[in-house]
């Protein structure tokens, strides 16, 4: 079955220190991988993807995300981190399983925390 | 920059109730979902929508649910008999076409039935 998992419930980062919000997926065929961050009271904002092509993918607010095909990862990460950057990170893989039209499968989140 | 909008942001209503939640995705997209999230546990696809059509469902999308693009900008999302557990947030997103593959997602509705 496919899925996706975010082993960490919450990350704490000090303001200016770099992050990294973990996933790893399990699917068939290439994966086609994305992250989104939820502020309280919102929806779901898109921040970047993997498709193909360069295992470094950039993304919106400095964000970015590194494919590990070996790893089966997609780890989310940033040089230096804001406090505005406290929310909640949702890794989502594209459902490949037959019939599908694109639906996204999602992590439980990771809550990130960044302290002045 | 073009948004995904949903209403009404909170719908309170009583169990047995036939409740509408209604989406306006980006113009010119042509794929159209509904996940929902229940507080504190993952976001769950519900349905996906093409060509005026469902495409695909989960399993928890039953009979008592049901959608529509009755006039080419909405997409209504309707749930015929609440229950408890259908209280929950329930997303629309929507997406460019076949090779655009990330999803836009609105603010969401917070369905609470009593």
């Known amino acids: 079955a496919q899925s996706v998992a975010q082993p960490e419930d919450q990350v704490n980062v000090a303001e200016g220190n770099p992050l990294t919000v973990k996933c790893t997926y399990s699917?068939?065929?290439?994966?086609?991988l994305f992250w989104y961050v939820q502020y309280p009271n919102r929806g779901l904002q898109f921040l970047l993807k993997y498709i193909t092509g360069d295992n470094l993918v950039k993304g919106s607010y400095g964000f970015e995300a590194e494919f590990n095909k070996s790893q089966t990862s997609f780890h989310l990460k940033k040089p230096s981190a804001l406090v505005s950057d406290s929310a909640l990170y949702f890794c989502a893989v594209r459902d490949r399983s037959g019939g599908s039209q694109g639906n996204l499968i999602f992590g439980k989140g990771t809550k990130l925390s960044v302290k002045p | 920059e073009p948004e995904v909008t949903q209403t009404p942001s909170h719908q309170v209503t009583q169990m047995g109730q036939e409740v509408i939640l209604r989406c306006v995705p980006i113009?010119?997209?042509?794929?159209f979902y509904w996940y929902r999230q229940i507080l504190g546990q993952k976001v769950e696809f519900l349905v996906s929508?093409?060509?005026?059509?469902?495409?695909?469902k989960s399993e928890i999308f039953d009979d008592q649910f049901s959608v529509e693009r009755p006039d080419g900008s909405n997409f209504t999302l309707k749930i015929r008999s609440t229950k408890l557990e259908d209280s929950a947030m329930y997303f629309c997103?929507?997406?460019?076409?076949?090779?655009?593959?990330?999803?836009?997602f609105g603010p969401g509705t917070r369905l609470t039935v009593t």
């Open positions: 699917v068939s065929g290439n994966p086609y």
């Open positions: 929508f093409y060509n005026n059509e469902i495409s695909e």
């Open positions: 997103a929507s997406r460019g076409g076949l090779a655009a593959y990330e999803q836009y």
């Open positions: 113009s010119n997209h042509l794929y």
